[in-house]
């Protein structure tokens, strides 16, 4: 039998004040980062913030500084580069404007048709999204993640006791806050593919949850007697070794999402990356130790 | 025991078979199957979302409103020929949603309301204002919504794309999805215009005429319209003719004073099509014939206006002002004026097509060019390689023998994904193949689960059989557990997403519920197969 983590007797529960205060301020950065969100401060995607990006690819090198300016030089205000060197790709973001949907667009295509004569680019990408969708999408977003929530809760709570409900969403909730916290402070962009990353992060963190907590209400079963803190952290301990492993896989495949999944999806299988080691991380430290503090032993069901 | 495991194993055998079936259309080995296979089985498949094969995704929003004022508009009009026969005297003025009608008394007002009963008050007085019912405007909205649909549909296909997608979302948005289209700006510029062709008499006559400048730079239009708002008459305006100087490209705009009323409109029309100018210039020009109705007034109205100049509008542009010679009959006319022989095409096109009944106003555009998409399924192709690879090395290395069985049920989980999404014609999207991918990586959590509980159970010195059956059934309830709560974002995530989301949402449920399947009927079958041959002592796991 090969095993990774043989009989471990680490005391988890002792862990949770530190534990507490990373997880609390990593949190409250997810809660400014949603604050700066909903204001507009935060770096939105133009799915939510409405406006036009195009990805251009160059027939050869192209150096970004040229592109800036022959776009400036064009006349073109308000704009984002970013590049992607190794395949001679350009991403232009240009920040709503007041003009018609479609102008944009062309007025970037046209100087740099002219500026770039020598060099062809073909057009990979463009998206425009008016000010109305990108309010809707906004919105849709976060009804998505209301919803969501508001599902995982009602089933946990259905599945396990009240207390048990409350400490798997917050565990939930605490993941889908750090990683958005980790997408805010790197300045990522928070589009509709980072809100479907969460959302994934959200269904699937609580896999390990429930595993913790399935081996809890076993354990409560059978050694009525002993402390609950001593239940839990024998529980994690012995479920230790399969909590990483399921969380192992999964990140197997995320991280060749990552590598070898292309632009596109680049983003999501960072998040969902983070997501899945911030889970782990939670379902041990995070989730027991609320459920401990929101009740002590009397209120804990035998199911 | 032998039994019930001989009838899982037909049962998994045939949703593999059912699978393999469905996803066929897919892969090279259709093209090769007989006929009578072709012709009656499973021939959709899985089709590639917008992402990846390139297209264009649009939404428009019909600006009902405007149908409501060019309603409320004509029927003014008609109501100023109502009250001229009944000899009545008022002055009926209108402006955008508004009607009013000076001096009001009660014997116009019984005229106006019996002839038109969807005009409400909404002032009276002296002067009376009228505005189109609510319940009216609806329906005008409405209206205008499905013909716009009609319209675009029209156009779209005039214009030829395979398979396009065109629907009406909420009252009054029209998604279109082109996929595999090669120029977009063109498809987007066909789509949008309003193609409102009006023929519009020249008011050379007016001594206002005489004053407004010969040209105008682009950029001055509005200049222009300002300066001369007060000084011309009432049932006049001015439009501006966009000339282009072939050789240099420089845009002129000439005003040019019309008659707000059109003499005729683009709705009588009956063909439209591209020539190529006999006079040697080898410019091109649209040819128009307008239908019986519309030849007769052709007719009049250039009868009753030799010597004056018929201005053919666009859109508000005027495209061209030739003189009426002569009376004109046949009903047949065209259209010249500064453009290529695409734009010429184009324009037959939307002509043909017919107007829309309002304006509308795009909303969101999202364009994919075929190079992206390839990259992203070679991309998403690599991705899946490697990461099941991983997945299946690594469940061999720490599961030995039990690994294998777990890799087996993977592969059957994938199959049966496959086939699924094939057997409801799902949309593969790049976000979708990210989901499959995720979706590999869970699968094995199910095994990983049912593993560690059989260990947890050999650990307590049970024979393997019994440590088997037991560990299923006490992993039973957290794999299902941990399987609900992703298929509830997974759902949200479906209700919620757009397009390529929506592809997400599908894989990645379709895998987690496929997953209950292949990991609890399949992999213990493998299991019991496997202990009911002899007394197996030690299991590699």
Redesign the interface.
Known sequence: MLELIKNTKIDFMGKKKIAFIFSGIISIIGIIAIIQIATGKANLGIDFAGGTSIQLKFEKPVVLHDVRKALEDGGLKDFDLQDLPSVNKILIRVKKTEQKLGQTSSEVTEILTQKFSGNKYIVDSTTEIGPKVGGKLRADAAMAIGVAVLGILIYVAFRFKFNFGVGATIATFHDVLAVLSVFYLMGHEINLILVTALLTIAGYSLTDTVVVFDRIRENMKVRHKEPLESIMNASINEVLSRTIITSLTVLLTSAALFFFGGEVIHDFALAMIMGVVIGTYSSIFIASPTVLLWGRKKAFARR | MKKRIQWRFILIGATLMLAAVFFLPNTPFFKVMPDWWTKNMPDKGITLGL?LQGGIHL?F?VEGEKAVEITTERIAQSLRDIISKKKLNAEITSKGLLITVAPSSMEIRKAIEDNYPVLAPVETGTNIVYTISDKEAKRIKDNAADQALETIRNRIDQFGVAEPTIHRQGTNEIVVQLPGIKD??RA?EII?KTAQLEFKIVDDASPVAAEIPATAAPGEEDAVLKKFAEKIPADDEILFEKKVNRETGVVRKIPILVKKQAALTGDLLKEAKVNIDSSGSGFPHVSISFNDAGAKLFDEVTAANVKKRLAIVLDNTIYSAPEIKERIGGGNAQISGSFSLEEAKDLAIVLKAGALPAPV?????????P??GT??I???K???I???L??VV??I????LSGVIADFALALNIILLLGAMASLNATLT??G??GI??A???A??SN??MF?RI??ELRVGKTPRVAVDSGYN?AF??IF??H??????????F????GP?KG?AVT?SLGVAINLFTALVGTKTVFDLILSRRDVRKLS?
């Open positions: 992402d939404v929003e977009p700006k987007i949008g106003k795009m909303l969101q555009n999202i364009t994919v060019g190079s992206l990259d992203s070679e991309a998403g690599m991705a899946g490697i990461g099941t991983l997945v690594f469940m290395v720490y599961y030995r790049m976000p193949i990210a991918i995720l590999i990586g869970m094995v959590d990983v689960l560690e260990r947890d006490k309830w957290t557990d941990s609900v709560t992703t298929l509830i974002t997974a759902a949200v995530l209700q919620f997403g757009t989301i997400f990645l796991i």
